[in-house]
């Protein structure tokens, strides 16, 4: 079955420090693979998504993912956090089977970044 | 260039009776996708709509329904609420032909149902 976990509940980080939000999947075939920030009271906002190509996909306010293929992953990174990301991270994967309509979302993951 | 808008903000629905959500796609955008986002979750497909066909559904029972108009704003209808229900409901579009797998979706800031 397609899935995505995200590992973490929350990760905590001071502001200056590098981050890593966690993220590994399950499909089957080629994965197309999202990450999406919500802040409070507001609708998911994207930041970078891998579909082919180069294994390091550069996004949004500063943010990189890594994607392993090896190890099913595909960590969201940032070499300086800033108080401004703390908010809800999501990671999601394209369901490809009945055409690829379907987006499938992990748990979230609450991000911290102390000042 | 105009986002994607929902409306209400908020709605309280009492057990059993029947609520309509609207969404407005952003401006060019002809697919447009439903989720419902309980507290603590992430969003759980609903459907998604091209040019006024369903033509994707995920695990939810029929009294889930929806529209698409043909401006591409769209209603997500739920009959017969449950408590259940309760939830953030997202509307999310994007451009180009459904099922264009690599497309990435613009959500709007979503409608806050609780039911009583």
């Known amino acids: 079955a397609q899935s995505v976990a995200q590992p973490e509940d929350q990760v905590k980080v001071a502001e200056g420090n590098p981050l890593t939000v966690k993220c590994t999947y399950s499909?089957?075939?080629?994965?197309?693979l999202f990450w999406y920030v919500q802040y409070p009271n507001r609708g998911l906002q994207f930041l970078l998504k891998y579909i082919t190509g180069d294994n390091l996909v550069k996004g949004s306010y500063g943010f990189e993912a890594e994607f392993n293929k090896s190890q099913t992953s595909f960590h969201l990174k940032k070499p300086s956090a800033l108080v401004s990301d703390s908010a809800l991270y999501f990671c999601a994967v394209r369901d490809m089977r009945n055409g690829g309509f379907k987006t499938i979302f992990g748990a979230g993951t609450r991000l911290f970044v102390k000042a | 260039e105009t986002g994607v808008t929902q409306s209400p903000t908020h709605l309280i629905k009492t057990r059993g009776q029947q609520v309509t959500l609207r969404c407005s796609s952003q401006?060019?955008?002809?697919?447009v996708s439903w989720y419902q986002q309980a507290l603590g979750q992430g969003p759980q497909f609903i459907f998604q709509y091209y040019r006024e066909e369903e033509n994707g559904r995920g695990n939810f029972p029929p009294r889930f329904s929806g529209l698409q108009f043909p401006n591409y704003s769209s209603e997500l209808n739920v009959n017969a609420l449950e408590l259940d229900d309760s939830a953030l409901y997202l509307c999310a579009s994007s451009p180009g032909l459904a099922g264009v797998a690599y497309n990435e979706q613009f959500f709007g800031p979503g409608t806050r149902l609780t039911v009583l």
């Open positions: 401006s060019g955008h002809n697919t």
């Open positions: 499909v089957s075939g080629n994965p197309y």
